[in-house]
């Protein structure tokens, strides 16, 4: 005898078995699923011939469900449960053949997002994607007018209600030019850098806040020479001797970090996580869920793999 998935006629007869299962009666599957009774009874005779067992007994006008028709309903349920939710899927995707998508992203993270998108937009090739990149004042500001679907961040505000998932960690390293003293010590104390002079990103930094806040923590001060406004600029400047600095290890795995070393400093690298951020009162579009969706799937293991790559972490 064949398998039973191979006797079973068609998907319909689950669901009209269920409907029976359910509603107690030929009579009320026949009313909700607006067929006639006999239909109803001819498509259960069916099935159970199919399983070659009977999956129910009358006692009087009462239908009393065998164990094999107790079974039944728990996988007719599941089956038919699994193409609900690819019927979801697949309108998701008719929905998603053209829309914005727009990403509102922190300076530093800017190296790994396009990693991200790259792969997202090869799936939907219509839409569109509006990335801004700020730092984390701008960010919020865009936040607060609610301008964009998803924000970036490694430290989100906190008096905006937001929900979140968390992403990939952030590590915040100490970096000198090739060659500095310290770079010859295996391992250093805070005191050591609070004298250097110190390259710190501008007012509005989110990195800035975490390296601000870190220091609070350890109650050390740094000796800041010069702000800068660019993760860029900062690295060439530590390059060309200015001073050390604080910055993601991101921008150095993926921006390069030939003529910098990291200082091996006591209580570092600053920890931090980066974080896709959302408001709470805006709904998702088709699009939006999308992405999160593909974000939380796949999102995570492709940066990996590419910071892997790269060799740093
Ligand atoms: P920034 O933000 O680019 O504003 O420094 C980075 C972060 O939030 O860690």
Known sequence: MSRLHA??????????????Y???????????LHLTQPTVSMQIKKLSEAVGMPLYDLLGRKLVFTEAGHELSLTAREVLNQFER?????????GL??????????????YF???????FCEQYPDIDIELTVGNRQKIIDRMVMGLDDFYVFSHPPKDIETDSIEFLDNPLVVIAPEGHALAQKKRL?????????????????GTRYAIEEFM???????????????????????????????????????????????????????????HFVWLKAKEHTVLGQAFLEYVQREGRPLVEDELKKSGIH
């Open 7 to 20: 006797r079973i006629g068609t998907l319909r007869q689950l669901e009209i078995f269920l409907a029976v």
């Open 22 to 32: 359910d509603g107690g009666s030929i009579k009320a599957a026949a009313a909700s």
């Open 86 to 94: 690819l019927d979801m899927k697949l309108a998701r995707m008719r």
């Open 97 to 110: 053949t053209t829309g914005t998508l727009k990403l509102a992203v922190v300076t530093t993270s800017k």
């Open 113 to 119: 997002i396009p990693h991200l998108l790259g792969p």
């Open 189 to 205: 104390s805070l005191n050591h850098i609070s004298k250097e002079n110190f390259l710190m990103r501008e007012e509005g930094s």
């Open 216 to 274: 609070k923590r350890q109650g050390c001060a740094l000796n800041i020479r010069m702000t800068i406004e660019s993760n860029e600029a900062i690295k060439h400047s530590v390059m060309s001797g200015l001073g050390i600095s604080i910055l993601s290890s991101h921008t150095l795995t993926y921006g390069g970090d030939a003529g910098l070393v990291r200082l091996n400093v006591a209580k570092t690298p600053i920890e931090a996580h980066w």
